[in-house]
């Protein structure tokens, strides 16, 4: 199915139907998350990997390590010193604060 990239947060968040809403901190190292849906902000940090969607913004902490296997509504913030592998969908932008940044997928933001 085609979505126009303009539609695609929008067709992120109706996809999430009830997900979980609010801002989200992840302080768990070594973690994974298999399949979540976060339908607000959320914080990454550690050594991880995500596998699902957030449907908000996701930060990436600094001095964190992280893969994202999934999508991302809105925009992706990496903070200094942070690597970060996305092997999905940024519906916004990235915003690189002087991490490390790897994208396997796309980018919709302008």
């Given amino acids: ?64 390590d992280v893969t994202i296997a999934g999508m991302i509504g809105g925009d992706l913030i990496v903070e200094q010193g942070a690597r970060v592998t996305v092997k999905g969908l940024v519906g916004g932008r990235i915003i690189n604060n002087g991490g490390q940044v790897d994208v396997r997928g796309a980018v919709g933001g302008a």
């Fill in 1 to 64: 199915m085609f979505v126009p990239r303009h539609a695609l947060p929008l067709a992120l968040l109706m996809a999430m139907g009830g997900a979980l809403a609010g801002c989200h901190h992840d302080g768990t190292p070594d973690a994974a998350a298999n399949g979540t849906t976060i339908g607000g902000d959320y914080r990454l940090e550690g050594k991880r990997t995500f596998r699902g969607m957030i449907g908000g913004n996701a930060t990436v902490a600094a001095g964190a």
